[in-house]
């Protein structure tokens, strides 16, 4: 029950059914099929880079599925009620995949011809690589409905795609990191306000990385 403190009261049976859901295994095959199916389009993608560039474009793609405890915490930050239907509905990263490459102009590269794929449905696009977050934060983000087939029927699964520089993630990492330590007061203040700082380095290096390399390239 430890593990289970942060629930109100009165939505722990709510919750509870949410998780058997969660871990219903049809649930999870299908949520599985749908990231085995994107990370084949994205190393078909790389492949396809990589013999028109003649270097290598991707440097990593990994994966996650949000767990219930976060998917609570996120329903009850949008006021949403407490069941498996609305957090189909409403949280579109349920299931997630990010991508890593070396260069800015890689990471549009991706995206563009992720887009172009005619069996994928665009729902939403941030670029917080253009705006980035207030804290910082880079990346740019697709939200998909990836097709999901079984003998029954065809099913469209939500999946964020979210794709970014190497130097972008090292920021995403401490990031996500400082997220869990929000309640330790001392010290969160100066460490939010240096990544802050260091975003700004970011930007500036993987803009001047991609200049230098157009200009190797054009040697």
């Not at 890689?106 to 665009?122: N, R």
């Not at 998909?144 to 003998?151: D, G, R």
């Not at 460490?191 to 380095?201: F, Q």
Request: charged share 35%; net charge positive.
């Amino acid at each position: 029950m430890a593990k289970q403190a942060f629930i109100q009261q009165e939505d722990l049976e709510a919750y509870q059914i949410m998780e058997e859901k969660f871990r219903n295994i049809k649930y999870r095959i299908k949520c599985k099929m749908a990231v085995d199916l994107m990370i084949s389009k994205i190393n078909m993608i790389g492949t396809q880079l990589l013999e028109k560039r003649n270097r290598v474009v991707i440097e990593n793609i990994t994966y996650r599925f949000k767990s219930v405890e976060s998917t609570y915490k996120k329903l009850k930050k949008k006021g949403c009620p407490i069941d498996f239907r609305t957090a189909l509905d409403r949280c579109n990263d349920l299931i997630g995949i990010r991508v890593t490459c070396h260069f800015l102009d890689d990471v549009y590269e991706i995206a563009k011809k992720l887009k172009s794929h005619g069996d994928l449905e665009i729902i939403k696009e941030k670029d917080y690589i253009k705006k980035p977050k207030a804290n910082g934060y880079m990346s740019l983000h697709l939200i998909l409905k990836v097709p999901v087939y079984s003998s029954e029927k065809c099913e469209k699964k939500k999946v964020e795609v979210q794709i970014r520089t190497v130097a972008m993630d090292f920021f995403s990492v401490l990031d996500y990191q400082l997220l869990y330590k929000k309640d330790r007061k001392e010290g969160v203040a100066e460490i939010e306000e240096e990544l802050r700082h260091y975003s700004d380095v970011i930007a500036k290096l993987d803009k001047n990385m991609l200049r230098i390399r157009k200009k190797i390239e054009s040697l």
